[in-house]
Nanobody
């Protein structure tokens, strides 16, 4: 079984910073793209940032220059450093990974973390 565990959310004032982490564990053979998504109340889930195994990154326009995604391929972990946070960044943040796992045979599956709340408010 593969699972993703997120950490690092919380309450922060506008202009503040938070760092999210998401670690994958289990019978993992390899991990491709890792990413962060978010969902605000009453809105659809949206992409925040993704990073390929080789380190290429893509960001939503709304977070460019403020958020940085990174990964540790040894620890099977993806990070999201969020700076200059704004109230509109308030949402539940979910990590996502495309993982090839092994359970008698190799199989590929898209995995999601449990979500972590980020609230930006004074």
């Amino acid at each position: 079984q593969v699972q993703l565990v997120e950490s690092g959310g919380g309450l922060v004032q506008p202009g503040g910073s938070l760092r999210l982490s998401c670690a994958a564990s289990g019978s993992i053979f390899s991990i491709g793209v890792m990413g962060w998504y978010r969902q605000a109340p009453g809105k659809e889930r949206e992409l925040v940032a993704v990073i390929t195994r080789g380190g290429s990154t893509t960001y939503a326009d709304s977070v460019k220059g403020r958020f940085t995604i990174s990964r540790d391929n040894v620890k099977n972990t993806v990070y999201l450093q969020m700076n200059s946070l704004k109230p509109e960044d308030t949402a539940v943040y979910y990590c996502n990974m495309g993982i090839t796992a092994y359970s008698g045979t190799y199989y590929y599956k898209d995995y999601w973390g449990q979500g972590t709340q980020v609230t930006v408010s004074s």
